[in-house]
């Protein structure tokens, strides 16, 4: 029976994180963003995320995106500098043509910094990427 379920595999979505200035603050703020580099839209997209390691472990943060479009990106939250010593995980769940998707996207403690900086596809900014 288990051979009969179909987990259809996530492909050209991505969790990043960019910096960006706080204008407020004159200080840059690391910021978590889905972005969805598929031609369907993402709809129900739900997100759940939490640091962790042996020893230490955060709160779990649940966000929603009711739709993400096709060839776009939506900021999932703020990140504090403290929790890049851990774990970072993002767990997202969504929807696209009538079936459902869910991933796991890891950054591995200390691989969040300024040397790990990359090309991000359609933000055009440097952050950290995991496919």
Known sequence: MKKDIEIPVVEKVYVA???ELNKEHNEKDWVA???NDQEVDL???LIVSEGYSK?????KFRHSIQN???KSYAKI???QEQ???LNNLFYVTFFAEGKMYEKKYLFRKNTINEKALQDIPLMDVRGVLVK
């Open 17 to 19: 994180v960019v910096q």
């Open 33 to 35: 963003y889905i972005i």
């Open 43 to 45: 709809e129900m997209a």
């Open 55 to 59: 020893t230490k472990k955060t709160t």
């Open 68 to 70: 993400l479009p096709k």
């Open 77 to 79: 939250e703020l990140l």
């Open 83 to 85: 929790v890049f010593e």
